[in-house]
């Protein structure tokens, strides 16, 4: 296992439109997160997902952010309608509830989104 | 609500000495876990070090080591021995659950 993979590793998209970004966990992990990342600060939480549901999701996450994670393996987030605001980071990190690393969260490359 | 506090926004330290970072939490939670990420300059963000709030003994990994003060809602990150890999941001981490980082603190190794 190759760790945390997440596609694409960078995006440019005119305001307005809708972008999808897809995540890979650690395939033993079954929880999976969403963080949004901007310039010179921490991971802010967005959403995650214990296997196929999610238990939780920020406030900070309107309406137009939904993050699927179907087949309790990969997980997508769309935004749609961008926004330069959307313009960030976004980082995916999965875990595991049990076992010696339990709760030990490891993270992909991130993608980066540019909104024009 | 669970928040996570770095005090540091930027550190300095001379290759090979010894330097703290400072984090201070604060949950109603009992039972949670404390951890340290390093994310250097446009690059993947790793984990340094955790520690279980159950765990009454500071966690080490090589060299680094945690201060954990339960009662004072503390958890410091020493490094010895510094060395150049060790620029990055550091972001001390909170869970029970979900996931609460600090703003961390950027660390410059001078040579």
């Known amino acids: 296992d190759t760790g945390v993979s997440q596609d694409p590793r960078h995006k440019i998209t005119k305001r307005g439109q809708n972008v999808t970004f897809r995540c890979d966990p650690i395939?033993?992990?079954?929880?999976l997160y969403w963080y949004r990342q901007t310039l010179g600060q921490g991971p802010e939480f967005l959403t995650y997902f214990q296997n196929e549901a999610q238990l939780e999701k920020s406030r900070l996450l309107s309406d137009r952010f939904s993050a699927e994670r179907p087949k309790g393996s990969f997980s997508t987030l769309e935004i749609q309608r961008t926004e330069q605001g959307d313009s960030a980071m976004y980082l995916c990190?999965?875990?595991?509830?049990?076992?010696?690393?339990?709760?030990?969260?490891?993270f992909g490359p991130g993608t980066r989104l540019t909104v024009t | 609500a669970q928040t996570v506090t770095q005090s540091q926004p930027e550190m300095s330290v001379q290759e090979a000495e010894t330097v703290t970072l400072s984090c201070t939490y604060d949950?109603?939670?009992?039972?949670?876990?404390l951890f340290w990420y390093k994310q250097p300059p446009s690059r993947q963000m790793i984990l340094v070090i955790r520690?279980?709030?159950?765990?009454?003994q500071n966690a080490t990994e090589n060299r680094f080591s945690v201060n954990f003060q339960k009662a004072a809602k503390s958890f410091s990150l020493k490094i010895s021995d510094s060395q150049l890999g060790d620029t990055a941001m550091y972001f001390c981490a909170f869970t029970s659950n979900q996931f609460y980082f600090g703003t961390g603190t950027s660390l410059t190794v001078i040579p």
């Open positions: 990190a999965s875990s595991s509830t049990s076992g010696q690393a339990s709760y030990e969260q490891y």
């Open positions: 395939s033993e992990h079954n929880r």
């Open positions: 949950t109603s939670e009992n039972n949670y876990y």
């Open positions: 520690q279980e709030a159950y765990k009454q």
